[in-house]
């Protein structure tokens, strides 16, 4: 069983706020995804890395960005919050077998 | 390009009542499938996998085979129980080096007692 972690689990904010959203895994996995899942449940992939230093824009366009300094933390930020951003975020990172193994999720409303 | 298509729902059943759970995929190559299960305020867990064809993966009760022939990977269980009321994600990999996942769309299922 995979250990990969969230925070915060929710998060309410006001627009024009700058926010962070935390991952880090514990398995020493070298590719790490991000999600954004609507309220249809649709999951697009919006950033992925494979390894320290490494990012790629996903397949939906998104304003946020990551960046892989260390192996296990894979942080997403937002610069400036908009109502439109308001969704829930998944972060996964992928084992030997080409599963992925995810976090709890952030949902985040942006007022 | 990769694309999984999964049944409609929601799907309603009674408890002990048997789920199929109805996927299919395009894919170029020899993807690898998963089934995953999101259940309210969580995130994806992963339910079973599936590397070659004619694999079966299994888990808590629920099956799968990967069908070659018919690009298929349909979810199954012989009985539910109303804690498996949840959300059910049929995705594939095409095993590049990025490992990305293709999603289906998802499928609720409400087991009533």
């Known amino acids: 069983e995979a250990d990969i972690y969230q925070t915060p689990r929710y998060l309410v904010i006001g627009t024009g706020k700058k926010i962070t959203l935390e991952c880090s895994q514990t398995?020493?996995?070298?590719?790490m995804y991000w999600y954004q899942q609507d309220p249809g449940m649709e999951l697009h992939l919006i950033h992925y890395?494979?390894?320290?230093?490494?990012?790629e824009k996903g397949d939906l366009s998104s304003e946020s960005t990551v960046s892989r300094i260390r192996t296990e933390h894979f942080p997403l930020t937002l610069e400036s919050a908009r109502p439109s951003h308001t969704s829930q975020y998944l972060c996964?990172?992928?084992?030997?077998?080409?599963?992925?193994?995810f976090g709890p999720g952030t949902r985040l409303t942006v007022t | 390009g990769n694309s999984v298509t999964q049944m409609e729902g929601p799907v309603t059943l009674s408890e002990e009542a048997f789920l199929t759970i109805n996927c299919t995929y395009t894919?170029?190559?020899?993807?690898?499938l998963f089934w995953y299960v999101q259940y309210p305020g969580e995130g994806l867990q992963l339910l079973l996998k599936?590397?070659?064809?004619?694999d079966k993966g299994s888990n808590k009760g629920f099956e799968a085979t990967y069908r070659k022939e018919t690009t298929s990977f349909h979810l199954e269980k012989g009985s539910v129980q109303v804690s498996d009321s949840a959300v059910y994600f049929c995705?594939?990999?095409?095993?590049?080096?990025?490992?990305?996942?293709?999603f289906g769309a998802g499928t609720q299922v409400v087991v009533t007692p």
């Open positions: 996964a990172s992928r084992g030997t077998a080409y599963e992925q193994y």
């Open positions: 398995m020493g996995h070298d590719k």
């Open positions: 890395s494979y390894g320290v230093n490494s990012t």
């Open positions: 894919a170029t190559g020899y993807p690898s």
């Open positions: 599936a590397t070659k064809a004619d």
């Open positions: 995705a594939l990999s095409d095993r590049d080096s990025w490992g990305k996942l293709q």
